[in-house]
């Protein structure tokens, strides 16, 4: 266990990652299999830029959003993957406590403006679906990049209050976190001083991430179902 003053009294300066396995014979063919399918994710996403960038007919508003959430895609598993990959082939899995805080910071800006942007996503085809002659201007350019702004800063917020939050605990052993990257629960489980702050803003924060944007979204779902059967409704 790496242990030591560090700036916020804690006495562990390192973590250890378990990873997935450890089970040796296991970490090559976990290697291959989870390296193939970074790759082929990157590979992917750039694709859909590299689409999106080159034919004027998708830049659209549908597009300018896949295209944002593609680049989200690309850095949240990239906050985690190279490293997972890295202790698969190396027998030292410790991550220094300011490389786990930042792992945690930017995993949970990229993950909260993803969950942000699918919100955005889904108002931007209830829009299109149920008010397609004022869709243009509903969704307009300056709505756009207010929108992910938006998104970003939302995200942005909640990242760093969950990390200010988290750098005010005390870790003083055991050192051994039985993930393959930093999150907040597996963190709690290793603190020396009281987590009731830290829980109660994760509490906040899945409310705010998952209850907020799926109550939108089924009431998009509602309203479009509504609108259609009145749509549809036989005239007598």
């Known amino acids: 266990m790496d242990l030591g003053a560090s700036g916020n009294d804690s006495c562990v300066t ?6 997935l396995t450890e089970t040796p ?6 290697f291959v299999i989870f390296l193939l399918a970074y790759v082929a994710t990157v590979g992917g996403n750039a694709s859909i830029l590299a689409a999106i960038f080159i034919e004027p007919k998708l830049h659209t508003p549908m597009y300018f959003f896949l295209g944002n959430l593609s680049v989200l895609d690309v850095g949240c598993i990239s906050v985690t993957v190279p490293a997972m990959l890295k ?14 805080l930042s792992q ?9 403006t993803d969950c942000f942007l699918l919100t955005v996503m889904a108002y931007d085809r209830y829009v299109a679906i149920c008010y397609p002659v004022t869709y243009s ?3 307009s350019w300056r709505i756009q990049k207010a929108s992910v702004c938006l998104s970003c800063v939302f995200s942005f917020s909640n990242a760093l209050t969950q990390t ?6 005390k870790f003083c052993g055991p050192n051994t976190i039985n993930h393959f990257y930093c999150d907040l629960p597996q963190l709690f489980q290793h603190s020396c001083s009281s987590i009731h702050l830290n829980e109660q803003l994760l509490f906040v924060a899945a409310l705010f991430y998952v209850v907020v944007p799926d109550t939108q979204t089924i009431l998009y779902i509602l309203n479009l179902i509504w609108t259609s059967r009145q749509y549809y409704q036989p005239t007598g």
Not at 14 to 19: K, P, S, T
Not at 87 to 99: K, Q, T
Not at 107 to 112: N, R, S
């Open 137 to 139: 201007t509903r969704m």
């Open 25 to 30: 014979a296991l970490r090559p063919i976990l």
């Open 164 to 169: 200010v939050a988290l750098s005010t605990l």
């Open 87 to 100: 202790h698969f082939l190396s027998n030292d899995r410790h991550i220094a406590y300011g490389a786990c």
């Open 14 to 19: 390192a973590f250890v990652l378990l990873g």
């Open 104 to 112: 945690l910071f930017f995993f949970h800006l990229l993950a909260g």
